[in-house]
């Protein structure tokens, strides 16, 4: 059983910063693509950023230049750097990794997170 646990959700000023944070835990062999998404109240969820097992990163318009994602695969860890934060990043945030549980697994599997609230008052 694989899991993703997101953490590091929580209030903050428009204009600061916060950091979230996603842990991979159980059978795990390889992992494929890391990313965030968000999905805000009465909005379908989006792609936030993503990294691929090597490293490179893309990311959505409205968040390119303020946030940073990064990955420690020694942790099996991905990580969402937010600064210069706005109202309108008010969101639910969800963690989505392809993992392999095992070496003989065919394809990637898509794993979600449960989720962090993240709340930017103006």
């Known amino acids: 059983q694989v899991q993703l646990v997101e953490s590091g959700g929580g209030l903050v000023q428009a204009g600061g910063s916060l950091r979230l944070s996603c842990a991979a835990s159980g059978s795990i062999f390889s992992i494929n693509a890391m990313g965030w998404y968000r999905q805000a109240p009465g909005k379908q969820r989006e792609l936030v950023a993503a990294i691929t097992s090597g490293s490179s990163t893309n990311y959505a318009d409205p968040v390119r230049g303020r946030f940073t994602i990064s990955r420690d695969n020694a942790k099996n860890t991905v990580y969402l750097q937010m600064n210069s934060l706005k109202p309108e990043d008010t969101a639910v945030y969800y963690c989505?990794?392809?993992?392999?549980?095992?070496?003989?697994?065919?394809?990637?599997?898509?794993?979600w997170g449960q989720g962090t609230l993240v709340t930017v008052s103006s």
């Open positions: 989505n990794a392809e993992i392999k549980a095992q070496m003989g697994a065919v394809r990637y599997r898509e794993v």
